[in-house]
């Protein structure tokens, strides 16, 4: 199905008219709009006040971008983000929505079939097509560690990224070495901003990153030729401009003091912070925490329970060991910045019950004597010389049995 779907990609044709053309139900697309509406609401220029049907309505006429997608040294984990997504129809609807001309693990054909069908799509789309690059490029011994159709990886890259219009590099990996760079880095493995110069180039990190970012990007170039607003990093800062940390539902455990101290202890089947565990959200940038995967709640590694391992952070990911605790930047560590929830009980002694009672009977006579005192001036009140009570103030002479007589 994915084959028949890449084979026959049209280009230069709107999202509209191919949803059209391939029987997507209007339905399903409105199902991804609202998605999108949640995953990239900056990229797309989406505002809250828009409804599904009207990112539907702008959607439909943007002319599908065209994709040429390599793959260097991955494990093909970002492709497979991108099309294992939880919708029936999503698969197909992001293929009818971006123009895959060439992606190796979707297509057919291999071999020689496979080289003239990039070399023909590059020559056809020079200067017009997005470069997205899955997996990172090994620079040792000239990069021979890692070939496409008998060219080092290196190579390719330079010539086809620098007849791209745009170059976006999906996952960790691509945007900085990522898994090959860790030690010792057998090929000297780098992201694509190393190798390129000169290129807009989108760095997506993650393993794998969310595919609405990616969506989000792509859509945003097709509808009008630009790239999100990004960071030092060239991550584009709707998606990577809030800490993990700033929005998990494990905060309040983390601001109370309650650590997971060993996987299945009492703490871990309660759901409690896994910062001992060598969670590294405070110190890694990315939008897990609200934009979960495959548009199922929960669905990411701290709401089932393991720590995050930093993957869309350069100087985290597969650099810190997964047991040890990142720095805490900007917030201090608990229990030194909060006081603790939970505080230890003792027993109370019977001298300080002792004294206490003393106290408490002390108050009580001195609220005794306080109250007579007061007593006292009231008496006083009604005794000779003092004024007369008014007529139906309820003094004790006219209550009196007989004094009406
Ligand atoms: S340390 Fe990790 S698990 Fe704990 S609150 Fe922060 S992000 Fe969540």
């Known amino acids: ?5 890449v084979a026959s990609a049209k280009t230069l044709e709107s999202i509209d008219e191919r949803l059209l053309r391939c029987g997507i139900s209007r339905r399903s697309f409105l199902v991804f709009c609202s998605t999108l509406m949640i995953a990239a609401p900056y990229g797309l220029a989406i505002t809250d006040k828009m409804r599904p ?3 539907a309505a702008g959607l439909g006429r943007v002319v599908r971008p065209s994709i040429i997608w390599l793959h260097f040294q991955d494990c093909t984990g970002c492709t497979e983000s991108l099309l294992q997504t939880s919708h029936p129809d999503f698969g197909d609807l992001i293929l009818n929505v971006i123009s895959l001309e060439y992606h190796e693990t979707l297509m057919a054909g291999s071999g020689l079939q496979a080289r003239q069908a990039l070399d023909e799509a590059v020559q056809k789309h020079a200067g017009n097509f997005v470069l997205v690059v899955e997996g990172s490029i090994p620079r040792k011994d000239q990069g021979i560690y890692m070939k496409l159709a ?13 007849k791209a219009a745009a170059v976006v590099a999906i996952g960790s990996c691509a945007s900085w070495g990522g898994i ?4 010792p880095d057998p090929t000297e493995a780098v992201g694509v901003a190393d190798v390129l110069t000169g290129k807009a180039i989108v760095n997506i990190p993650g393993c794998p990153p969310n595919p609405y970012t990616l969506l989000g990007v792509l859509l945003q170039y097709a509808a009008d030729k630009t790239l999100p607003e990004m960071d030092d990093q060239h991550r584009p800062k709707f998606a990577f401009d809030r800490d993990i940390h700033e929005h998990c539902p494990r905060r309040a455990h983390f601001d109370a003091g309650n650590f997971v101290k060993q996987y299945g202890d009492e703490g871990h089947r309660e759901g409690w912070c896994l910062y001992e565990m060598g969670c590294k959200g405070p110190d890694t940038h990315a939008g897990c925490s609200t934009r979960h995967f495959n548009e199922i709640p929960d669905v990411w590694p701290i709401g089932i329970g393991a720590p995050c391992i930093g993957c869309t952070e350069k100087s985290v990911a597969f650099k810190v060991p997964m047991f040890e605790v990142v720095k805490l930047h900007t917030i201090a560590a608990p229990p030194t910045s909060y006081a603790p929830i939970t505080t230890t009980r003792g027993t109370i002694s019977p001298l300080a019950t002792g004294l206490v009672g003393i ?7 001195a609220g005794y004597v306080a109250s007579r005192k007061f007593s006292k001036v009231e008496d006083d009140e009604s005794a000779p010389g003092s004024e007369p009570p008014t007529s139906g103030s309820g ?6 049995p007989g004094a009406s007589a």
Request: glycine residues 16%; aromatic residues 0%.
């Open 1 to 5: 199905m994915l084959n028949s779907l």
């Open 53 to 55: 049907e009207d990112v």
């Open 150 to 162: 008998g060219r080092p990886a290196l190579e390719v890259l330079a010539d086809i990224g620098g």
């Open 180 to 183: 090959p760079s860790a030690d």
């Open 359 to 365: 106290g408490v009977g002390a108050l009580a006579g």
């Open 395 to 400: 003094s004790d002479s006219d209550t009196k």
